[in-house]
């Protein structure tokens, strides 16, 4: 079946780094854009960044710049490079498939001195 496993969460100080990674699984990865979304305590869940089957990306205002998302289709995997992580970043990050509604169970980022 589809499955989304995220991982590379944890706690990190303002200004540093984190590379989370997503490893899907049960359908054809390279055929299937891929979304990271996150979800702060309190509020909404809301898109981060976004790779299209073609390569292309799109990134939500708060992370251009910042946050850089990428795949590797040989090893079924979509990748968050996060730097310069600020207090706000944090949140639990989720990995998804848009067009299968498929999940990952998230991962816990904490940007705090």
């Known amino acids: 079946q589809v499955q989304l496993v995220e991982s590379g969460g944890g706690l990190v100080q303002p200004g540093g780094s984190l590379r989370l990674a997503c490893a899907a699984s049960?359908?054809?990865?390279?055929?299937?854009?891929m979304n990271w979304y996150r979800q702060a305590p309190g509020k909404e869940r809301e898109l981060v960044a976004r790779i299209f089957t073609t390569g292309s990306t799109y990134y939500a205002d708060s992370v251009k710049g910042r946050f850089t998302i990428s795949r590797d289709n040989a090893k079924n995997t979509v990748f968050l490079q996060m730097n310069s992580l600020k207090p706000e970043d944090t949140a639990v990050y989720y990995c998804n498939a848009p067009t299968l509604g498929a999940w990952g169970q998230g991962t816990q980022v904490t940007v705090s001195s």
């Open positions: 049960g359908f054809t990865f390279s055929r299937y854009h």
